[in-house]
């Protein structure tokens, strides 16, 4: 792969994305981290309450010494890892209390006569630890009593401090993981940005039969590379279109040219008369006319492909358009001796150049008066409603074969058996140009014999603006 991929912008987004969901990640882990804090603490100051609410009942009582014993038999039991005090005046009362157990207050939280905080409680020195975590609780008497209660609080602070390592843990991995992750999505990703890449290279290389791979997996991407190849077959049809253009445009102006010059200079060779010089100069003018028609109709083709003629659209009625060719075109057939055939069963409104949809159809009624012979049958038919409808012109000519009737639809194609009838292999272009801009289908059938032309509309919205 050509493309680094810590300097794309997708592994940019990548480590962004990253980078957010992990502090998102460390948020939630924090706070459900805090919360837990919040209850143990709670937790233990209730118990703390409850034990200094008794004693403090004890005290009201005026049962000093009964205090005194329940606190002495309480540090003796320990079973619940609190620790009790009463002081007056800085002395302790009483042989009840643990002489080892300084209190060193650190934050305390006021309970109108009641405190509450943590302190460390000191050990002995042979023991390894030099000082334990306490919660306690102080409630100063009128009299100067001061009344401790500790609890330890170093299995708790020990399941926080687990708790707060399993929170950075998890957002480590949580980042780890985001990252590899989203270079996995990078690297899949810049995988099918290279194939399109290399299809790019080598279109511009020459290759414009190549087309981007489209997967089965149907996602963005594949929708993207469905338009850019149909992109890309639009664009190899007018390239193919403009070189075989400039071939017939070289093979079938080349002959009336040669022959306007032959004529000419044979002219100049010797005197002629004034009715000699006159053929001449009509013959010119015939040919200069042809050629002049052949480009005009190149001309209305690649306005067409351009999309030039679509500021002069408007509501169509079908069904009159094709009456007014009908009638137009039933007065040809009948000085042709031909029977024209008329069926008109609906009127839709479509919205589009009535010229352009006028000429087409003029087109195809040249085509089918032309090479049906005499006696013969042209038939102009509408069937359908306002949403779909299908304009066929039918004949009774030598038709198209099968396997030609996709190459008559180009630009100067002609068949052998048509290339010394007038034409210059234009007109069924311009029809498919005319169809394509106006979204119809144009369809080439047998008509058993001659042929069927079929133009099949689906009407736009008669509010419309645009094709």
């Not at 050990?123 to 500790?150: C, E, W």
């Not at 040669?258 to 004034?274: G, K």
């Not at 087409?360 to 090479?371: E, F, G, M, P, R």
């Not at 039918?394 to 007038?422: A, C, M, Y």
Request: negative net charge; proline residues 3%; contains cysteine.
């Amino acid at each position: 792969m050509n493309i680094k991929l810590f300097s794309t912008t997708a592994f940019r987004l990548t480590i962004i994305y990253a980078a957010l969901f992990s502090l998102f990640s460390a948020f939630t882990l924090g706070f459900i981290y805090w919360s837990l804090h919040d209850e143990i603490e709670s937790q233990i100051d209730a118990r703390l309450r409850l034990e200094t609410d008794f004693l403090v009942n004890l005290y009201d009582t005026g049962a000093l010494n009964e205090l005194v014993d329940a606190i002495q038999q309480r540090n003796e039991v320990d079973s619940y890892g609190r620790f009790y005090k009463v002081e007056s005046d800085g002395s302790e009362l009483g042989d009840s209390t643990d002489a080892e157990w300084p209190l060193k207050i650190k934050s305390v939280r006021t309970h109108a006569t009641k405190t509450m905080g943590e302190v460390d409680k000191d050990l002995p020195s042979d023991n390894p630890r030099t000082s334990l975590p306490v919660r306690v609780a102080q409630t100063q008497f009128a009299n100067g009593l001061r009344l401790t209660i500790g609890h330890e609080i170093s299995d708790e602070q020990a399941l926080l401090d687990y708790t707060f390592a399993l929170v950075v843990g998890a957002t480590c991995i949580t980042l780890i993981f985001a990252v590899l992750g989203g270079i996995w999505m990078s690297m899949s990703v810049l995988k099918r940005i290279a194939s399109v890449n290399q299809t790019a290279g080598e279109i511009m290389n020459g290759a414009f039969s190549r087309r981007i791979p489209v997967t089965e997996k149907r996602d963005e991407f594949d929708t993207i590379a469905v338009k850019i190849n149909q992109m890309l077959t639009r664009i190899e049809d007018l390239m193919e279109s403009m070189q075989q253009v400039t071939n017939n445009v070289a093979h079938d102006l080349r002959s009336p040219l040669t022959r306007l010059r032959n004529r000419l200079e044979v002219t100049l060779l010797e005197n002629r008369s004034d009715d000699e010089y006159r053929d001449t100069i009509e013959y010119s003018i015939t040919q200069a006319d042809g050629m002049i028609h052949t480009f005009n109709a190149m001309l209305s083709i690649a306005r067409l492909e351009a999309g030039i003629d679509k500021t002069e659209w408007e509501h169509v009625p079908m069904g009159d358009l094709a009456a007014e060719l009908s009638e137009l075109y039933g007065a040809v057939a009948e000085d042709a001796n031909l029977m024209f055939v008329e069926r008109i069963n609906a009127n839709p409104v479509f919205y589009g150049n009535r010229h352009l949809l006028a000429q087409a159809i003029t087109n195809l009624l040249d085509n089918a008066i032309k090479y049906t012979r005499v006696g013969g049958l042209v038939g102009l038919y509408l069937s359908g409603d306002e949403r779909e409808f299908t304009i066929t012109i039918t004949d009774n000519g030598p038709g198209i074969p099968r396997h030609e009737r996709d190459r008559v639809l180009q630009r100067f194609v002609r068949l052998e058996n048509e290339r010394k009838s007038p034409g210059n292999g234009l007109g069924l272009s311009l029809v498919t140009a005319v169809a394509r801009i106006h979204g119809a289908e144009l369809m080439l059938s047998d008509n058993r014999p001659g042929l069927a032309v079929s133009l099949g509309f689906r009407s736009r919205a008669l509010n419309s603006e645009a094709a």
